[in-house]
């Protein structure tokens, strides 16, 4: 099999319309599916690579699924008593219910003591 050197290579990618490939520096890819399932690839070898103005990326690494996290939901006056009572914004009324597991007076008390501030 013949050699080819750099030069030679450069052409032949150019002449079959590639703009790029590089190497990137990824920790981890993720697709999410439509159902809910997520698989993530841990440890990827991402190429990313430009022909003709498209962008194909080429993953290649250890597949694991990743178990969807249940996302909690609070009834609105909850979250909104909460609020008014521990005199606090939704972003932590809600964290503090989400670590009090929806127990409003818990989640109140906590807020008003200082342990769920988030500050």
């Keep these: ?5 750099s030069r030679e290579l ?5 002449k079959m319309g590639i703009e790029s490939m590089e190497q990137l520096d990824i920790e981890y890819v993720e697709f ?3 159902d809910g399932r997520i698989t993530r690839i841990v440890n990827p070898n991402v190429s990313k690579i430009v022909v003709a103005g498209n962008t194909t990326y080429q993953i290649v690494g250890e597949e694991e699924d990743i178990e969807k996290e249940e996302v909690k939901e609070f009834p609105e006056e909850d979250i909104k008593l ?3 009572q ?4 939704r972003e932590i009324a ?3 219910l989400e670590l009090t597991n929806g127990d409003i007076a818990e989640a ?3 807020l008003k ?3 769920l501030s988030g500050k």
Excluded: Q
């Excluded at 450069?10 to 150019?14: D, G, H, S, V, W």
């Excluded at 521990?86 to 914004?89: F, G, L, T, W």
């Design 1 to 5: 099999m013949k050699k080819i050197s």
């Design 10 to 14: 450069r052409r032949m990618i150019k």
């Design 32 to 34: 999410h599916y439509k």
């Design 82 to 84: 909460v609020m008014e």
């Design 86 to 89: 521990a005199n606090v914004d």
């Design 94 to 96: 809600i964290k503090a």
């Design 108 to 110: 109140i008390l906590a």
């Design 113 to 115: 003591e200082g342990g």
